[in-house]
């Protein structure tokens, strides 16, 4: 407590020295939440996004079905199971052909990636109630980056070209009944989606599916005809994605708070150096050299924790300000086959500001105490001469 | 009159250079309580080195020093700061008062080490300030107070709780005469009164006048040991 009392006391008196150590290390502090909150806040969201625009609550894979291997895809299929069936009538479950195929836009061959879904669906985000009610005979729907790739809009007609189950080419024009804007690459890129019924009848692939996706209210079954795929299972390569992204945001405030720990540092090595007297003083007057060595290591923690009162006032708001209006990304962000929104909308949880809290206090009172410990070996009648170099 | 420190044949060497520099030679001396006593001599006649012995704040190479019925050189630094916090009391020529301080904390400093009740404290400190003649400074900083001002606050600090024993080196030798005269006489008011031991280094004049108890240091050896009557304090 008097350790305490006593340091407050001393940081309070050295004015300006104080006032530079506290900014840089609010800035620091506030800096590190912001990152960690974006982070947070990208993670929520890519996980929110592609389960509301692709896995839903899990999904059911036909055996054989490798969504990283596009030569499966010609075998991976299956008629749905008789026993998924009230499931699929009950909108619980939305069953998802896949198949290979080949658009030519502006006279180019590009291999895409076609899915049927049943256009009445619920489950997922894809607005493929468009493709109903179309006078097209074969309405189309792409994502906005597909529709960039091949540089088509909505009403114009794409050439397809595809194998059905027995290996025979056939060809057709599809309008592009719509164009989606989704944060989720995974279902735009290299993506075409065609009502469920018609894409069977190309294929000749009545009553069959690749995947089912659940939605709410599907519960997996133990011996389930195709195999459940969790959230686990289908968010593990953006989970991956994510923590390598922490990793390297990780240098980031590692070397910032490197910078404020340092100008700590540096304060507490001079401190020692020209207060010499001082602690000859506090020997003299009864301290022991340790109850000094507290003194000076409160001091580095009161400045941490002066900073952390800093940056409440002016991050705070700031913070605020930036969760609720967002973060825009960079345009090219959207090109990074992940999912990034326009804009992110940071997420500053009580376990992110306190997980920071402690780093900061931690950090700064351990480089307090390494130059701290000097003065346990000091001899009081050199400290009292001032003549410790 | 009861004997508090006891010095027998003690030698204090420091490390200088290849070799060693011996500050202190064979030196036995024995205080009683209530003495007003100074060592003088020239620059690095052991002074200093002897009042930090006594002090605790250094331990003998040879021999015993013995303060208050407590080995120096038997201290663990825990015990030594306790010795120091509870029965010594410090006056420095450079007064060492801390900075961020206003003169009442600077006194009151040595009491929130002993844990003492907020209330008794503060009657401490403020009886202690009025001994010095500083009750009208109290929010004053270090900075802001004169060189005379500043031993009176040292002096305070020092007495506040109320030692056995005073060591204090050279504590006029930034001061002019007149001040010098004023912390003196505080100082002995304070032997007088309270019976404190004081010990002084100095090789001011105007120190020597008040001491009832002249050792003088050469080359770390005792040469003259004389004790003086009271009736030549030297008035301003």
Redesign the interface.
């Known amino acids: 407590m ?1 350790a305490i ?1 006593l340091a407050f ?2 940081i ?3 004015g300006f020295r104080t006032i530079l150590n506290i900014a840089v290390l609010s800035f620091a502090f506030v800096v590190i939440i912001f990152y960690n909150g974006v982070l947070e806040g990208w993670n929520q969201q890519a996980r929110r996004d592609t389960m509301e625009w692709e896995i839903g609550q899990g999904q059911l894979w036909v055996p054989g079905y490798d969504p990283l291997d596009y030569l499966s895809y010609q075998d991976a299929h299956g008629p749905i199971p008789e026993t998924l069936k009230p499931q699929i009538a009950a909108g619980q479950l939305a069953p998802v052909l896949v198949a290979q195929a080949s658009a030519f836009p502006q006279g180019r061959m590009q291999g895409v990636v076609l899915k049927g879904i049943d256009p009445g669906q619920k489950m997922l985000k894809i607005p493929t109630a468009l493709l109903e009610g179309q006078e097209a005979e074969m309405p189309a729907l792409v994502g906005k980056r597909m529709a960039q790739s091949i540089k088509v809009k909505e009403g114009d007609q794409l050439l397809l070209r595809w194998r059905d189950k027995n290996g025979a080419f056939d060809a057709r024009e599809v309008t592009i009944a719509g164009i989606f804007d989704s944060n989720v690459p995974t279902i735009d890129g290299g993506q075409i989606w065609l009502p469920l019924e018609r894409l069977q009848e190309m294929l000749g692939l009545p009553g069959e599916a690749t995947l089912l996706v659940a939605g709410e209210g599907f519960t997996p079954f133990a011996n389930a005809p195709w195999a459940f795929k969790d959230h686990d299972y289908l968010l593990a390569d953006l989970d991956m994605i994510i923590q390598s992204k922490k990793g390297a945001s990780g240098i980031v405030y590692g070397l910032l708070l490197v910078i404020a720990l340092l100008a700590i540092f540096d304060t507490q090595v001079l401190s020692i150096f020209r207060r010499q ?2 602690i ?2 506090y ?9 000094v060595v507290r003194i000076f290591t409160v001091e580095g923690a009161a400045y941490s924790i002066l900073a952390i009162l800093l940056g409440a006032v002016y991050g705070a708001p700031l913070l605020w300000y930036l969760s609720k209006t967002g973060w825009a990304m960079p345009s090219a962000s959207q090109d990074m086959g992940i999912s990034i929104a326009e804009k992110i909308y940071p997420v500053f949880g009580a376990g992110l500001i306190l997980a920071t809290v402690l780093l900061v206090v931690l950090s700064a009172t351990i480089v307090s105490f390494l130059p701290a410990r000097k003065i346990a070996k000091l ?3 050199d400290a ?1 001469k001032g003549k410790i170099q | 009159m009861e004997s508090i420190i006891q010095i027998d044949q003690l030698t204090k060497r420091f490390p200088a250079g290849t070799g060693q520099f011996t500050a202190l030679k064979n030196i036995s001396l024995e205080f009683r309580k209530g003495e007003f006593t100074g060592f003088v001599g020239p620059s690095g006649s052991g002074k200093t ?1 002897l009042l ?1 012995i006594i ?1 605790s ?2 331990t003998p190479t040879e021999g015993e020093v013995t303060v208050l019925g407590h080995s120096i050189a038997q201290l663990s ?2 015990q030594s ?2 010795l ?3 029965h010594l009391g ?1 006056i ?1 020529q ?1 007064y ?1 008062l ?4 206003t003169v009442y ?1 600077n006194v009151e ?2 009491l ?3 844990h003492m009740p907020a209330a008794e404290r503060r009657k401490a400190v403020l009886d202690a300030l009025e001994w010095v003649g500083l009750t009208d400074k109290i929010d004053s900083k270090p900075a802001q107070l004169s060189g005379g001002e500043g031993q009176r606050v040292a002096i305070a ?1 020092a007495m506040v709780k109320q030692p056995a024993i005073m060591l204090a080196d050279e504590p006029t030798a930034n001061l002019d005469s007149k001040n010098s005269h004023h912390i003196l006489q505080t100082m002995k008011q304070l032997n007088e009164e309270l019976n404190t031991t004081f010990l002084f280094a100095t090789h001011d004049e105007k120190v020597m006048a008040y001491l009832t108890r002249i050792i003088s240091l050469e080359d770390g050896r005792v040469v003259k040991d004389d004790v003086i009557m009271m009736d030549n304090v030297m008035e301003d």
Do not use: C
Not at chain 1, 283 to 291: K, N, P, S
Not at chain 2, 98 to 101: A, G
């Open positions: 008097l009392q006391k001393n309070s008196g050295a007297k001082e000859g003083t020997i003299a007057l009864g301290m022991t050299r340790w109850q001899n009081p009648t009292l | 080195t930090n002090g704040l250094d630094h825990k700061a306790q120091r916090n509870r410090f420095f450079t060492n801390f900075p961020v301080y904390e400093f040595a929130l080490l002993q600090r």
